[in-house]
Every structure is written in C-alpha cells, then in structure tokens.
C-alpha cells in the first residue's frame, strides 16, 4: 500500500471547496532554511513543527549574533501569518557543527550545558532573540536531546534569565511562550512521564530515537532494512510516551523520518500521535493517502493491538487490515 501511495507523489493534493482536506493527524512542517517556511504555507500546513536553527549557523560558519536572530525569528514568524512557529534551540553536537572551524576546537556539546558556561551563553542570548521576536505571533521554544534532568533543569533556568533580562532592560517580549522538549533517547522516553508536568508538549525526535534504541549508528547505511519505524520494540516506546503526555493533557509531535514514511504515519497515528512534522515537499502525499483511506473507527484499539505484535511482519498485516483503500 506505501509503495502504492508514494507513486501517488505527483496527483494534486485532495481539496474540498478550495481548502486542502483536512487529516485526522495535524500536519506540520520541519524548516532548515528559511524558504521553507513559504513552502510550509504552500503545501497547507497548519504550523511549522521544527526549525532546525542550527543550520542557520552552519551556512553562515558562525553563531548569530542576538539582533541577527531575531531578524530572522521575526520574518519567519511574519510569513507564517498566525500559524505557530517552533524554533528548537541550537541542536549542538559534535557531529552537526563539521565544518565550523572555529567552533570544534571548544567543546560546544549541548548535553553539556550544565557545565559549559560559553554554551548557556549561547543559549540565553538565542532565548531572548525568540521571546523578543515572538511578539510578532505566535511562537514556541523547543529544546533538543533532553537526556538528564539536570539539562532540563538548566535549559528552563536559562529561559527565566532570558526573561528576566528582558523584562530589567524593559525590552518587550511574548509572556506566553509554549515550551517543549524532544524525545530522542531512550532515557528520555522513560524520564517523560516525570517531567511532562514542567513543559507544554512533547516531540519526538524519531531520526535519533529510532537509531539509539536500535543501537545504530545514524551514518550507517549498511543497517539500513533495521533502520524502521515499524519495529515493535519501538512502537512501544513510542506509545508509552504519548500515553504519559495525553494523560497529563500535553500533545506530541512526531519529527524526523518516521513522519514522512507513510506506513510509519499509520503507525502514529493509531498509537495517538497529536502532529506530525515532516518536510514541506511531502505534506501533498501524506494528505492524499489519508483521503484514499478508510480510516478504522478506534483508532487507538488499532494502537494497542499493534504494541502487542512482536514482529514487524505482525504490525505491518495489523496495518494492512485496519487501513483499507477505499
Ligand atoms: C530527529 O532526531 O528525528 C530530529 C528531528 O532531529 P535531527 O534530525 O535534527 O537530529
Ligand atoms: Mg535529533
């Protein structure tokens, strides 16, 4: 059926009165670059899901300062017009910051922040750039590769300075700034349910989720046939995670591959996920495959019979049952 459907890329998208029809999954977009963002309204997608702001920095082979920031912040909130912009805060890792010269020879590891003053420096000034540019609509903070508690309680701690700093320097800023954390390691995933209540929703990071539970590494292409979003081990985690958040009333987005495979999306979306967010260029397809779908009535019964197959040969029959073309 997936194979059936990618072939499907090029159909227009499904449209009722004018208006893209609507899924039964909130569909998103993930932005690298800036004219993504035009293209995320392009394709009908109700709010951009991830910015990764890093590669700002990467193209430009240095930090931004707190101005150019905010510039930027601010025509990309702009051009979303009302629809709410997710900037995930610097994603800084030994291996996304290749080519920036004059950063490797510091250590500038995120996970790291509650040690390395120059990081939460980096940090603050990137918060305040976003709570000063989110006066131009609505935006939201989220923070990458939440591992420990102790980063967690260091990055909601830099927030507060970031506030607090502006509201001394009387410089105006959005009060209400929703506030979330992705879920990309196991570890996470297990330490969720206790800090669901500190944050406004969650994300998952399924590109480094996926590969830290497996035990693969991310470069590795030889692994590629394990490297699936259908892997009941997964799943499960998956599942236990949205259960904690919608149980304290909290949404999860799913981000990175998993939201553009489209059995993967079926997957998510019968174990609960609330978004989706994926590149604009594949927002088209998603919407036509769950137009020419007879969507099951419980959606969730689907969830719990697939968290109970043990092989990935199980979830996909479980799949193909449950999703019927019309
Ligand atoms: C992910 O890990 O799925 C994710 C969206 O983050 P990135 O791909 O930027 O590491
Ligand atoms: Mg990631």
């Not at 591992?147 to 009387?170: K, V």
């Not at 009333?249 to 993967?264: M, N, R």
Request: aromatic letters at 6%; proline letters at 6%.
């Amino acid at each position: 059926l997936a194979r059936q459907l990618a072939e499907q890329r090029s159909l227009p998208a499904p449209e009722s009165n004018g208006e893209p029809v609507p899924t039964p999954i909130r569909l998103e977009t993930t932005v690298n670059l800036f004219p993504e963002v035009k293209r995320s309204i392009e394709c009908g997608a109700e709010a951009v899901g991830l910015y990764r702001s890093e590669f700002l920095e990467l193209a430009r082979r240095s930090f931004l300062t707190e101005e150019e920031q905010y510039e930027v912040y601010r025509k990309m909130i702009g051009e979303l017009n009302g629809r709410p912009m997710t900037i995930r805060t610097l994603d800084l890792r030994s291996e996304k910051l290749y080519g920036i010269a004059d950063l490797t020879r510091e250590c500038w590891e995120w996970r790291l922040v509650d040690q390395l003053p120059h990081v939460q420096d980096v940090v603050r000034t990137q918060l305040r750039a976003i709570l000063r540019a989110g006066k131009g609509g609505p935006v939201r903070i989220l923070f990458p590769m939440i591992t420990t508690q102790r980063q967690l309680n260091r990055a909601l701690i830099l927030l507060d300075e970031a506030r607090e700093s502006l509201r001394e320097e009387g410089v105006a800023f959005a009060e209400e700034v929703p506030v979330g954390i992705m879920i990309e390691v196991a570890a996470a995933a297990l330490m969720a349910e206790a800090w669901i209540p500190r944050i406004d929703f969650l994300s998952i990071g399924s590109n480094d989720l996926l590969h830290s539970l497996l035990g693969i590494d991310r470069s590795d292409d030889g692994l590629v046939d394990l490297k699936t979003p259908l892997e009941p081990g997964y799943l499960r985690l998956v599942w236990r995670v949205i259960g904690h958040a919608h149980a304290a009333g909290k949404p999860v987005t799913i981000c990175g591959e998993a939201a553009s495979d489209l059995d993967g999306i079926l997957a998510l979306y019968s174990l609960g996920a609330d978004a989706l967010s994926l590149p604009p260029g594949h927002v088209q397809q998603v919407r036509t495959m769950f137009a020419s779908l007879q969507l099951p009535s419980e959606p969730r019964q689907v969830g719990q019979r697939l968290v109970e197959a043990n092989d990935i040969a199980d979830v996909k029959a479980i799949l193909s049952e449950e999703f019927r073309s019309m």
